[in-house]
Nanobody, 125 residues
Framework: QVQFVESGGGLVQPGGSLRLSCATSGFTLDYYVIGWFRQAPGKEREGVSCIDSRRHSTYYTESVKGRFTISRDNTKNTMYLQMNSLKHEDTAVYYC??????????????????WGQGTQVTVSS
C-alpha cells in the first residue's frame, strides 16, 4: 500500500524557517517526479516546487525562489521542503505529491497520482 506521510508543519513567525518532510512507503521515490503544492484558504492549490526524476533538476514557483529548497533522499524514500524567510502569504496547507517519471516540472503537468495528507503551515506574529 502506497503511503505519503508529511510532517514538519506548524506555526512560525515571519522570517522564520520550517522543514517539511514527506516519507513514502510502498513506493520507490527515485522513479517519480516529486513536487510540493500548497493551498491557502479560499484559493486554488498551486505548485510550489518540483524535482524531476532523471536529472534531478529543481523548479520553483517565482514567489518562493531563493527562500525554499526542495530535495529528495531516495535511500530513505523521503522528500523535503526547506522553507526559509517565511512570509504571511506562505500560510497554507502543504502537500507532497508524485508524478510518473515521464512527466516534468515546468507548469506542474503531472499527472500527480500520489498525494500526502497535507500539513498546515501558519506564518504569523
Amino acid at each position: 500500500q502506497v503511503q505519503f506521510v508529511e510532517s514538519g508543519g506548524g506555526l512560525v513567525q515571519p522570517g522564520g524557517s520550517l522543514r517539511l518532510s514527506c516519507a513514502t512507503s510502498g513506493f520507490t521515490l527515485d522513479y517519480y517526479v516529486i513536487g510540493w503544492f500548497r493551498q491557502a484558504p479560499g484559493k486554488e492549490r498551486e505548485g510550489v516546487s518540483c524535482i524531476d526524476s532523471r536529472r534531478h533538476s529543481t523548479y520553483y514557483t517565482e514567489s518562493v525562489k531563493g527562500r525554499f529548497t526542495i530535495s529528495r533522499d531516495n535511500t530513505k524514500n523521503t522528500m523535503y521542503l526547506q522553507m526559509n524567510s517565511l512570509k504571511h502569504e506562505d500560510t497554507a496547507v502543504y502537500y507532497c505529491a508524485a508524478a510518473p517519471a515521464y512527466s516534468h516540472c515546468a507548469g506542474y503537468p503531472g499527472p500527480w497520482n500520489y498525494w500526502g495528507q497535507g500539513t498546515q503551515v501558519t506564518v504569523s506574529s
